[in-house]
């Protein structure tokens, strides 16, 4: 890896799942040390966007390069959150035996080496999670849980973080904890960070760059190049209004705010 | 009654047993999977009368037939996801099928009932020694599989994307508690595989949530809960399966209690 090359650098690349191309044509570079929202409707392709960068997905044509690397070799920097099928509420387990489970290499024998174990205990303190992490994950609340999953995702101090839908399940309030929490390890240890979201205005106080994505198109810029009328109405494939009140972004089509019901059809 | 040849096997088969079950029961329960082996005794009563039917010893039988039906539920995976009457059905069958080989055997009901309840009293040398070989393999397997198989069990999304192959680490884990179940029915048998499978792992992740603390603790108590119910049918002539489970259900329910 060379410390000039971008984070993430997409050639052409068309990425399809089951055959049926989910995004086309992606053209564009992640600069390095950014903090990175990666928004759109429901099915706009987000996790597989995450998914491609992981190498977990392969482009139906053109390249992905990660960190200067092939998107595979690359993975070991990279810390990936993705999205939980169970909530872990009724998982009896401490929640840094939780983060440990992800901790030093897969297939070996008995116990986790001493370390692993420090790099464990590090991860957690860098999210602040220390007072809870020896509680079991099903007394957590929501927020807190969140956070012992950021932990696990910087094992291994990763160059990279790609986290799938962070704030999903939370309320306004551990919404805001949560960026500003990822905001400051962005900052602090100088990693790039892609951060999925349904809504745009949680992240407005964290973002460097906007990726919307939709109609299986990409648009990358800050939030004033891209979260306009012209740009939105053709990632929606709709007429798209943008109003800005107190601060405030929304993306309305048709009189309704396309991102309150997105959340609706989750 | 250490005295006794029969009782020396008896501890001994007890205390192999509760290291077997106790330590591949608290990943059972941690997996939410508990109902799987009670599942796989149903269908080792199947193999069991088979194998004497067939003039072979009927541990093998249950090996064979627990072990592979283990490793299937394991590939089969999600497909068997609320799938319970199908299951209760299959059940239900390999009760039957054993029933029917029972009765082409000798019709004996002594046989029936150490399958079905167990009879650790009546577990011999060559026994013992099957049993201590797999609980070797079985216990060296579950050290090499333990790591994978927390992960795979409390984070899949992560060790699916990590590259860790999520059926093939199923598919190994039952396969092994297929094992745990054979040994298992040779104390308690195969209708209460359940007491020592999933009694002492489940107290265990009551009372602690730390994961190497509680493994151990599913361990200790599987081994209590079996030694002193030898010892206790040893003392009051009453079936040790009695015993066994009752000892289990009271520590369960002290730990629900405990909160």
């Given amino acids: 890896m060379t410390d000039t090359a971008p984070a993430a650098r997409f050639d052409c690349a068309s990425l399809a799942l089951g055959g049926r191309t989910i995004l086309h044509d992606l053209d564009f570079s992640l600069p390095q040390g950014a903090f990175i929202g990666v928004l759109g409707p429901n099915g706009a392709g987000k996790t597989t966007l995450l998914r491609a960068m992981l190498g977990l997905v392969l482009p139906a044509s053109g390249s992905i390069t990660m960190l200067g690397r092939s998107a595979a070799s690359g993975r070991p920097r990279i810390g990936y959150m993705p999205q939980a099928r169970s909530p872990h509420s009724d998982l009896r387990l401490s929640g840094r035996d939780l983060v440990a489970a992800a901790a030093g290499r897969i297939w070996s024998f008995g116990p986790l080496s001493r370390a ?77 960070v892609c951060f999925t979201a349904h809504e745009l205005n949680p992240l ?6 906007v990726l919307y994505l939709g109609n299986g198109e990409a648009a990358l810029g800050s939030v004033a190049e891209v979260v306009t009328p012209e740009v939105l109405s053709r990632l929606y494939g709709t007429r798209i209004e943008v109003l800005h009140v107190q601060g405030r972004i929304f993306v309305m ?10 959340h609706v059809h989750l | 009654m250490f005295t006794y ?34 599942a796989l005794g149903h269908v080792g009563f199947a193999g069991a009368t088979g194998a004497l039917l067939l003039g072979i010893s009927p541990f093998w039988g249950l090996l064979a037939v627990t072990t592979a039906g283990g490793a299937l539920m394991g590939f089969l995976g999600e497909q068997l996801r609320e799938r319970d009457v199908a299951i209760g059905v299959v059940l239900s069958l390999s009760l039957g099928f054993g029933l029917l080989f029972l009765n082409f055997f000798t019709g004996s009901a002594v046989q029936a009932t150490s399958l079905l309840f167990g009879n650790v009293l009546g577990v011999d040398r060559v026994t013992l020694w099957q049993m201590a070989g797999f609980a070797l393999v079985s216990c060296a ?32 884990f039952l396969a092994l508690v297929g094992v745990a179940v054979a040994e298992a ?75």
């Fill in chain 1, 116 to 192: 692993a174990r420090r790099g464990v205990d590090d991860a957690i303190t860098l999210v602040d999670a220390a007072a809870y992490a020896d509680r079991s994950v099903s007394t957590l609340s929501g927020g807190e849980r969140q956070r012992v999953l950021l932990a696990q995702a910087l094992l291994g101090s990763p160059h990279m973080l790609l986290l799938d839908e962070p704030l999903s399940s939370l309320d306004p309030h551990h919404q805001a904890t949560t960026i500003d929490l990822v905001k400051r390890l962005q900052k602090r240890l100088g990693i790039t």
């Fill in chain 1, 204 to 209: 407005l106080p964290a973002l460097d760059h």
């Fill in chain 1, 253 to 262: 089509a048709d009189g309704h705010a396309v991102e309150r019901d997105s």
């Fill in chain 2, 5 to 38: 040849d029969f009782m020396q096997n008896a501890f001994l088969a007890a205390l192999l047993v509760a290291l077997v079950s106790g330590s591949t029961g608290y990943f059972l329960v941690l997996r939410g999977q508990s109902f799987a082996g009670h």
């Fill in chain 2, 141 to 172: 397997a579950l050290g090499f599989l333990a790591r994978p198989l927390l992960f795979a069990s409390v984070r899949p999304e992560l060790a699916e994307a990590r590259g860790l192959d999520l059926r093939l680490v199923s598919v190994l």
């Fill in chain 2, 185 to 259: 029915v040779q104390v308690v048998g195969v209708l209460l595989v359940f007491t020592l499978m999933v009694g002492p792992a489940a107290t265990a992740q009551r009372l602690t949530c730390k994961f190497v603390t509680g493994f151990w603790l599913s361990v200790a108590l599987a081994a209590f809960t079996a030694f002193a119910g030898v010892a206790l049918a040893y003392l009051t002539d009453w079936p040790t399966s009695f015993w066994i489970s009752l000892l289990a259900a009271v520590i369960y329910f002290c730990s629900l209690l405990l909160q």
